[in-house]
């Protein structure tokens, strides 16, 4: 069983950054695939970006140049560094743990901490 914590969420105004973190317990995720999904009011979970074992990374076109996804295996820690953000970057996000299938969708993951929150004011 993998328990997963979220951290670094926060108040930020359009063009600030935060860096989110994702804290693994209950057994090394290093060869986990990693991911950062976001759900905002009204609408479904979305996609942001993963990594997987090897560290190779994939990102979703809406954060692709901003976002950077990271991983720490000594401290079984991910990390979403979030730059020029903007409004439409307001949500709730998640980080996630799963093994394989196509990771850009939530169903593949089996892991799940309990979100935090991000918002962009304007």
């Known amino acids: 069983q993998v328990q997963l914590v979220e951290s670094g969420g926060g108040l930020v105004q359009a063009g600030g950054s935060l860096r989110l973190s994702c804290a693994a317990s209950?057994?090394?995720?290093?060869?986990?695939?990693m991911g950062w999904f976001r759900q905002a009011p009204g609408k479904e979970r979305e996609f942001v970006a993963h990594?997987?074992?090897?560290?190779?990374?994939y990102y979703a076109d809406s954060v692709k140049g901003r976002f950077t996804i990271s991983r720490d295996n000594a401290k079984n820690t991910v990390y979403l560094q979030m730059n020029s953000l903007t409004p439409e970057d307001t949500a709730v996000y998640y980080c996630?743990?799963?093994?394989?299938?196509?990771?850009?969708?939530?169903?593949?993951?089996?892991?799940w901490g309990q979100g935090t929150q991000v918002t962009v004011s304007s």
């Open positions: 209950g057994r090394t995720v290093s060869s986990y695939t």
């Open positions: 990594i997987r074992w090897s560290d190779s990374t």
């Open positions: 996630a743990a799963g093994r394989s299938g196509s990771m850009v969708v939530a169903g593949q993951y089996n892991y």
